[in-house]
């Protein structure tokens, strides 16, 4: 009795149900970690209960697992309880969305913004695969999404955190799940008398067995091939990135076959079966007409489907991925049809060997198994029980939101974003507003001075800060206090205008503001403005209102600014140096001629005659004669008013 309590606590029953057959294995992991099938049970359904993998017939899907309940308990002698099973991945939906939004003037980028830009697309790509139910019955889960690029002021950015910028973009790929896929699963196990012990996609549970880990850092597409349809999951630096469907697939050849050779619907399914397994056939049409055909031949009678079916693959991919893969994995009982991954390769320009079919040879650590449960169509029930014993996915989980329960499917990694898309919680409250413009006029022209920032969204996980990407367990509490708006300024006058524009006069300070008035009343010192007050600054602009200031006479050939000759519209600023130096005149009588001259320095030296008349030092005559009251002169001796000066060429 206690071995068999052990072994009903370490073993797992999984399920795949299909659109043509459901697959039962139950099975243990060994002392060395391996996966041991114990039994396992198929059951074709013997109506259409399924359609594209989505359960139509509830009670129709039920009778079959119940049946392969009892088959399996029976054969094991053990009770089944708890089962894992999965979701198509046919049931999921892709949607590529691109959206772009402005962000102010010039505004350094944070990771917050980004993240609720990418919120913004997930949420708008959920509305698109709503709109496209037009009865909008549907409810979906998100289970993630991939960027593909990043906008800034509309050129692609790798990353867009640290940038400044106007506007910022986004482009991603976003996956959802219906809620009425899951429920009609969980309503099938629970009408069987079993409990679902853990549920995952399939074409997850397919890749963590066909593909091991260390490749899915390549850019791979695995293609699923049933029945009713063929699904595409497409992988790239170890997560997937898109999951696509078309509805050609196996159910496609078998018509082909039946209308190439009159044969009913089980006929030609059986003749597609045995075509990778034999060389030669033989077959009775509905008239009776006897047939003994090679497979090449068969093949070759029919290759227009298989290039059909090959090219809605290879165009999904191609949508999908952009370009071709580094490689194509194909599983799925129809994935054996002769000719049909060769025509896949060269339609997506591979070379042969990169596209090959996986069956149970390639998972590693798997015992057990028998000649009948060794092709592609078991990989998928097997990734689901060794999915289920790696125990990496657990149903659904709970989290409390603001509040409100939130039952939220567990796929990989459940984020804080994932709450939102799913509430439909709006993004835009996870960014501070600006507060209130304040508005002045200033000399009659309208003044704007942008209100504060406001504070971040806080998201807090069990009391704790977090952020949108912060993962989720069961149970978490999770709860959100909004982005609040700024404050509009409250402006004192000095934040409106300069109170003071200082410049230098002969070394003190000066002040250009000569008044201010504040709705045409004169003010002092520093008051609050009011909303939409008008002031007026009176202030001295140029050289010429300078010297009107000052009320004295002085001429405009007596004012220097920073060194420099000014005129009278020369225009002032805080800083400036201004001097006023007054001419002073010499009277001196040079080569007999009377001549009055202003000079504005504290010495009129010899030297500075040649600055006011016409003499050309530059080409010499002879020797030059330089006398002061009829004495030899240098050039730096003082002048005096009335001395007598000679300037000639001697030769």
């Given amino acids: 009795m206690e071995q068999l309590d052990r072994l009903k606590e370490e073993l797992v029953f999984s399920l795949d149900i299909g659109t043509r057959t459901v697959i039962g294995i139950v099975g243990t992991l060994t002392k060395d970690q391996k996966f041991k099938i114990l039994d396992y049970s198929i059951k074709e359904h013997n109506k259409r209960n399924m359609y594209d993998g989505q359960i139509h017939d509830i009670d129709g899907v039920t009778e079959i697992v119940k049946e392969i309940k009892r088959e399996l308990e029976d054969s094991l002698n053990i009770p089944l309880k708890k089962v894992s099973i ?17 962000i102010g003037n010039d505004v350094l980028i944070s990771r917050n913004m980004v993240e609720v830009l990418e919120l913004e697309a997930v949420q708008k790509a959920q509305q698109i695969v709503n709109d496209s139910d037009p009865n909008n019955r549907l409810r979906y889960y998100n289970i993630g999404h991939t960027v593909m690029d990043y906008y800034l002021n509309g050129v692609t950015m790798d990353k867009l955190e640290g940038h400044r910028g106007n506007y910022i973009g986004v482009e991603l790929l ?10 009609g699963l969980y309503s099938v196990i629970s009408k069987s008398g079993l409990e679902v012990g853990n549920i995952t996609l399939e074409p997850i549970a397919a890749l963590d067995v066909a593909i091991k880990e260390e490749l899915r850092l390549l850019n791979l597409a695995l293609v699923d091939i049933g029945a009713g349809t063929s699904d595409i999951a497409i992988t790239k630096d170890g997560k997937i990135i898109a999951y696509a469907m078309t509805f050609k697939a196996g159910d496609e050849i078998t018509e082909a076959l039946s209308k190439k050779y009159l044969l009913d619907f089980n006929a030609g399914e059986e003749l597609k079966v045995k075509l990778n397994s034999r060389e030669e056939h033989e077959f009775v049409d509905v008239v009776g007409i006897k047939h003994r055909l090679t497979t090449r031949e068969i093949v070759d009678s029919i290759y227009e489907t298989i290039e059909d079916i090959a090219n809605e693959i290879v165009e999904k991919i191609i949508e999908f991925n952009g370009k071709a893969p580094s490689a194509v994995f194909l599983i799925g009982g129809s994935s054996q049809m002769p000719g049909l991954k060769e025509c896949i390769a060269d339609k997506l320009g591979l070379p042969k060997e990169r596209v090959s079919i996986r069956d149970t040879s390639f998972i590693e650590k798997l015992e057990g198994l028998d000649e009948s449960i060794k092709g592609p169509d078991i990989i998928t029930p097997i990734g689901i029980a060794i999915e289920s014993l790696m125990k990496r996915y657990k149903n659904f989980i709970e989290i409390s939101f603001n509040g409100e329960e939130i039952r939220l499917f567990n796929v990989e990694r459940v984020k804080v974003s ?10 835009r409250k996870l960014i501070p507003k600006l507060g209130e413009d304040f508005i002045y006029y200033l000399n009659g022209e309208k003044k704007v001075i942008m209100g504060k920032e406001g504070v971040e969204a806080k998201i807090y996980v069990n009391g704790r800060i977090g952020n949108l990407n912060t993962q989720l367990q069961d149970g978490d509490v999770v709860t959100i206090v909004e982005a609040s708006q700024g404050e509009k300024a409250k402006p004192y006058l000095s934040q409106c205008i300069p109170l003071e524009e200082i410049v230098f006069l002969n070394g003190k300070e000066y002040n250009l503001i000569r008044e201010v008035k504040i709705n045409g009343e004169i003010v002092s010192g520093n008051p609050l403005v009011k909303e939409k007050d008008r002031i007026e600054v009176i202030r001295i602009e140029n050289v010429a209102d300078f010297l009107k200031d000052l009320d004295e006479a002085i001429s405009i050939s007596d004012v220097y600014v920073n060194g420099n000759k000014v005129s009278l519209s020369t225009p002032l600023k805080s800083g400036d140096e201004i001097k006023i130096v ?3 005149e010499i ?17 009129f030296v010899f030297v500075d005659i040649f600055d006011y ?4 030092l530059s080409k010499p005559r002879g020797s030059l004669v330089l006398k002061i009251n009829g004495r030899d002169a240098e050039y730096l001796a003082p002048l005096k008013d009335g001395d007598e000066i000679e300037i000639y060429w001697s030769k």
């Fill in 582 to 584: 007054k001419d002073k």
């Fill in 613 to 616: 008349i016409d003499f050309d």
């Fill in 86 to 102: 999965a979701a198509a991945g046919r049931s999921l939906k892709t949607c590529r969305v691109k959206i772009e939004k402005e």
């Fill in 587 to 603: 009277r001196l009588y040079i080569n007999q001629e009377e001549r009055i001259i202003r000079y504005n320095k504290d010495e």
């Fill in 174 to 183: 976003a996956t959802f799940l219906p809620q009425i896929v899951v429920e």
């Fill in 418 to 427: 994932d709450i939102l898309v799913l509430t439909g919680y709006n993004p």
